[in-house]
């Protein structure tokens, strides 16, 4: 143990969520664990998190029936715009429904983006710890209710 508290290695990190996957599998959403689980056990880590934001994107598209070319930031800004967005929760006061906008636009934008237009270099955990961010999101996605 250090000051900090216990430490160990990566590799000690996966051998632990391998054989106790239960946990994350069941705090994860679902179609997260059937698209990166793989990805992520077979340190396709990259591919992984691309798959958990595209997810997000794919979601938010058919949810609010949006035209195949409207895609990526974009997207989600008209899905949660604080105004009018189709997704947004007007219950929540404007500044929260702002900073919502941005935390998913800028999630997407910081986490995807580079894995779809560079190499990146990535390990497990930051894989991991990106990923549930995209299962969170997409957890508040799937509990929007759609404005008409």
Do not use: W
Request: proline fraction near 5%; include cysteine; charged fraction near 30%.
């Amino acid at each position: 143990p250090t000051k900090r508290g216990f430490r160990f290695p990566e590799r000690e990190f996966e051998r632990v969520i391998k054989k106790y996957a239960l946990m994350p599998e069941t705090y994860v959403h679902p179609l997260i664990v059937k698209k990166c689980f793989t990805l992520l056990n077979d340190a396709q880590y990259e591919s992984a998190v691309l798959q958990a934001f595209k997810s997000i994107e794919t979601n938010i598209r058919k949810k609010i029936k949006a035209p195949s070319e409207l895609v990526g930031v974009k997207l989600i800004r008209k899905a949660f715009n604080p105004d009018n967005g189709s997704l947004t929760d007007h219950a929540l006061p404007q500044a929260e429904r702002e900073a919502f906008c941005n935390y998913i636009a800028g999630a997407f934008g910081y986490y995807k983006n580079p894995c779809s237009h560079r190499d990146v270099d990535m390990d497990f955990i930051s894989a991991f710890e990106r990923i549930v961010v995209a299962s969170d999101l997409l957890k508040v996605i799937e509990e929007s209710k759609l404005n008409e």
